[in-house]
């Protein structure tokens, strides 16, 4: 039997003024295995760690077992003391008796029992413990980021600033996400493209990025460090090389059809940059709305191009890249309007969602920055906004708060009363809420300065009546019904998860909400990590946001793979699961339950009876495993089990402890 | 005795709880008869909350005995039927709440397995207040405090666990 | 919603056409070996591994041949030669399972697949006078109390894994599963029913004959005979047969195919499926698996739903 | 299924009865008319609406509760035409999951037990079924050309939506649909669902004249000639309060207001007579023969 030595941490008084130490001492003398057992004041201090160094060595100890707080706190201190001693860290146990026993339990008696029995558990354990070794895995330093809008290009410019590749996919055709989609932005009113296109520029331009647009992530393989990812570049039907960006194929294509960019509110071309000051500046080809795509006749285009840049022959080309991390900046989408059959979103023209309205009020927009109303093009004399359209209403919307929509409504209403002087604005809300640098503020002089009239309640209908839509809601702070007679309706869609959302989560293999927004690994702690190691998370991919919080979490996750990328080199954890490749009938019933995809079909061959067969059998990525053990249980045979947690170290404790209730039994 | 069990009985030192009633050990008073129930308990959420309820200083009784476990899909529900027939008068598995796992699913597996296991115990005869899964934060030290609590009164009144053969 | 188990009157010429079958398949080089039953001593049919066009001609097809096939696979896992097997409706379950727990490659099989519309149980039948035993074999009219429990509620009469059909496949009317010795022994107070179970688990002699014989029970190395850890306790005692019909009832929970065969063999009449049983039963209510004897690309157990009923409802 | 005649569990309720009589009579003569049988359910009692879910929430489910057992005895989906009972149904037959004692006490009450496995529906569920609509399609011979009529589904029909699961409890397309396809013209109009104020029609009359004048009122004003209702409290409600609706906006209205099922069972061309369009306050007929449709 392996020599265990025990050491019993008094921790000043914490445990020794509650718990029996000398008399626990006394008893775990006898327990088998036992050769050593000792009280420390302060185990934890130096010459707490010195002693049980010293009495490694002196007495050929073997194992360790240090009965004193909880192991959360203090495992990886003594697990380095047996590491400086020569013994592998992992041959230690930690008994908690100050957190679980003599801090809970004033009664010193049944302390001392309690704090034995967990002695005991932790010796009969320890003797269970096998030697564990931590592994290292090198690490690619090249960053994958996905989505190029404002997340996505602040992660990206951090990272190739801190001197590492970085590949940045987007699936539109250029970069620039919602943002440039933006007029103003709160609390400043600053030009939202003005601070936004120079550092598109910067991204188009830095020597360590490679841009991908009017491209998508297909498939990603591997774990952190190594990841080999496939990106689909799909056909622009232009040759970006040639193409000098000049417009006239726009210019002179004869399609006309909604503009995503302006939601709906312009139009655009077949062939198409979305916004003048895109980045790339070369168009692309939309086939499905593309004349020659669809009758074979047209080509004007291609007869305009003085580049001979145009390739209606272009196929999709799959990129493989291997990187070592990746950050996930996908954006959202906007929750559905209609769904409010009451509002008339849709079917009455002149009730339009915010998105729709900052493309009204830009003076890059198709109105050129007038507001005009979309059914007779004439500027509204009154205008209702309308909050929480989908967020806080689990009726129909989703639950959450976006988070955003009070703060940019405000800045609609000021800015339609800065431009339209003899108008009227109207904020139906159900809370104001600003929580943010100077926002409170904003929303101040939205009231007192440019008279923006604040309604609270949710308006229950929206009609129309003549030219004029009717707003009714009850005023809950008055406690009447309210009916507004307005020009125009705003409304404030909830953010919620692109479309695909979820396909992309399963894509990467991170977890996601009941929503959709991929899971950060900690809501306070671990904002930026998923729980997936190497892959992290920037903007409202992970949840609805402003701007700055979005840039912080993005320059995060930025900081985050830099510091990742400062090794050549990290180590592993050698607690993770592990598979008896003679035992496991390669069932493989553990792989749907793993959460981090690192359990993968594995063909062993071997010799039965002088014949050489090979069988598949259950195979852990020590990558992606991260140890939580759900494959052990999922395993009829008991091939999968969790090293620091087998089954025999479980079964042991629990019978130790049982066993030892009993002494006289048999 | 299990042949299992990886020491001769003779060996071990007398005198824990849940001992009394069946044979007190020599020189001692009869104490009143304390059930012993096993814990298991996930590291990140249940077992620190635990830690929350030691470092508040929450008194609570004496009688959980904590097995440590990364997550409660861990459990496999053999161990908890292997404690009940080993003599534990209750189980107790503890993790982090449905959703709020630290490694994202653990808990949703393992909520599946102990529902049947729930109805299996009870199928067996084994009451099922002598059974139970709570769901304990990392803050939530009071919960925990209270689950405890619980359970030991109910256990106590429900008195030892009737023993099934001749394992125990 | 019971079902009514028939005789296959056409039993014989389904016999001939197996043989012909199989002894083509052999004859032609299509298969090494052919899995089929044939006739035991007592005249009940036991399994048969044919390897030859002319042991082909030993194979037998009849109201007794309720042994499923499947698990012999396991002994021809070795080697890459083609097997082949027979099966019929609830066999073919059993199959499934082995090929679902990837225990077997599929395209070293050929199935040939026999429409069933009921099998009798050799215990039962055995129990009958000489007359009465040839008058059922013969020409029946049949005592549906003849008919293996598994019959009385089977919706799956064609096999779901075949390559080849020896006759037409029969009409199917689906309907939900239901246990009433499971509701029967969840309405006796709990101390009667540990009572009850008590005395079932002191007359298991530990034979592992439902183990060996259960489709779903089919690891390399049985937990079971694991040293280390010891799952299962040496010594014979009520609570470690009741540890040893738990562990194979929840390996097997989700994964049963509820064919009764480990209660079939049971050394000591045990009705084991009132283990099985409760699982499938409570599978169904608490997640919703209307079926869940059907083997599934994903298990009860492997998948989860976040609207899972709550654990910690119980106080 | 497509090939069997569909049988429904007909349970007209009291209105039908009484006041609604030509909502009864045009439903089965639609159902006639297209081949889907009705059958009433036998000792069929009150559904219990209005009064008796305000008083004791046991017997506002044992009322409609006894209805469905003896549907269930049929084996038959039940139709309910009258958006009360329907909701009344609907609402027993959630509470019953809710509440199991309930169906231990109605049990014991009737010596019946409550399965909950028959489906109820209301009457645009059944025309929008698909192939009800068909054979409604196939079966207009005298389509409502020209007739312009605004569809009003009230608010009982589509609320709460939890329960009646059935169209867009905002913007409500049913009707329209069938309006569509017997040929007359469907008017879109801000008050679909909005309520008509019936249950306040004795103690606050004041309120309701608003209200119903509100509805009626809109439908006009988007140009249409007549409503069309599926409530009997709704068609009461609007038919009787347009004369002082009227006089209190200053304008005329005078819109008739039809059951779907009397616009229905004219373009499938049954007899004026037979669907009760003589019992309207607002002159149901003239309107129609104006128009030449009858």
Redesign the interface.
Known sequence: MKRVGVFLCWCGSNIAATVDVGKVAE?VR???GVVHVEENKYTCSEPGQASIIKAIKEHGLERVVVAAC???LHEPTFRRTLETAGLNPYFLEMA?V????S?????RE??T??A???VR?AV?RV?KNEPLARGSITIEKRALVLGGGIAGIQAALDIADAGHEVILVEREPTIGGRMAQLDKTFPTLDCSSCILTPKMVDAAKHPKITLYTYSELEKVEGYIGNFHVTVRKRARSVDETLCTGCGLCQTKCPTKVPSEFDVGTGLRKAIYTPFPQAVPNKPVIDRENCTYYKTGKCRVCERVCEAKAIRFDQEDVLVEERVGAIVVATGFDLFDCSV???Y?YG?YPDVIDALQFERLINASGPTEGKIKRPSDHEIPRSVAFVLCVGSRDEQKGVSYCSRACCMYSVKHATQYMDKVKDGRAYVFYMDIRTPGKAYEEFYKRSSVEYGVQFIRGRPS?I???GDKLIVKAEDTLLGRPVEAEVEMVVLAPAMVPKRDAARTAQTLGV?Y??FGFL?EAHPKLRPVET?TAGIYLAGVCQGPKDIPDTVAQASAAGAKVAALFSRDEMATEP?IARVDE????????CK??C??KAIEARTVTEK??G?T?S??VASVNAGLC?????C???C????MN?QG?T??Q????????????????? | ??E????P?E?????????AV??PPAGEETREW?P?I?GFLC?WCS??G??S???A??????NV???????S?????R?VL??FQ???DGVLISGCHP?DC?????NF??RR?LLLLKGYLEYLGIDPRRFRTHWVSASEGQKW?EVVRSMCEEVKALGPAPSLGNL? | MPNNPTLDKNMTETETALRREAARLLSQGEVAVFLGHEEGWDGVPVPFAASTAAEAGRLVWNPLSAPHLAKYLLDR???DEKVGIVVNGCGSLALDRILK???FPRERLHVVGIPCSGMLDPARVAALSDEERERVLKDGPVDPGLFLDRCSWCDVPNPVVSDTLLSEPLPVVRHRPEYPRVAELEAMDREERAEYLRGLYERCIRCFACRNVCPAC??????LD?W??L?LGRATSPAEQQMFHFIRAF?VAGRCIRCGECERVCSVGLPLMELNDKFLKDITELFGVERPHIPAD??P???FE?GDPDLEDHG | MTDETLRFAYYPGCSLNSTAKEYDLSTRAVARAIGVELVEVPDWNCCGASSAHTVDPFLAFALPARVLVQAEEMGLDVLAPCAACYGRLVAARAEAARHPDYARRLEKATGRRFRGTARILNVLELLGDERVAAAVAGAVTRPLEGLKVAPYYGCLLVRPPKLTRFD????PVTMDRVLQAIGATPVDH??QT?CCGASLGISRTDLVVELAGRIVGAAK?AGAEAVAVTCPLCQTNLDSRQEAAAARLGEGLGLPVYYITQLVGLALGVPPARLGLRRHLVDGLGLLRQKKLA
């Open positions: 008893r006898l327990l088998p909880s192991p959360r908690n100050r957190e679980h026993c801090w809970v339990h004033p009664d049944k302390a029992d309690k034995f029995d967990l558990m009969a003797l409010y059959g009451e008339g079917l209908k009609y129309q009546k977890s909400d009941g899971n729980n607690m003679a035992l496991c009938s390669g069932c493989l019933w749907p339950v959460p981090y039965v009876h014949r067969v069988r598949e991260q140890g939580c053990g759900a052990t249980v999922a009829r045979d008991g091939a969790l947690f089954n025999e479980v079964i042991t404790a629990v019978d130790e402890l049982l066993a030892g209730l009993r002494p006289a039994c048999s | 005795m299990a299992s069990a990886a020491t009985a060996s071990r030192p007398p005198g824990t709880a849940g001992t069946e044979k304390e012993v096993v590291n077992y620190a635990a830690d309820a030691g470092t200083r929450m008194v609570h009784p004496t005995r904590i097995v440590r476990v990364p997550c899909g861990r459990v496999n529900p161990f292997r404690a080993r003599g534990a959703g630290h490694y994202s699913t653990g597996y393992a397995r405090a125990v | 896992l070795e080697g727990d990837r225990r089919n690891c390399r190395e049985c937990c694991q280390e850890p799952w390996d994903v298990e157990l492997g998948c976040p | 867009d409890p905002e913007r801000p008050f909005e004003l």
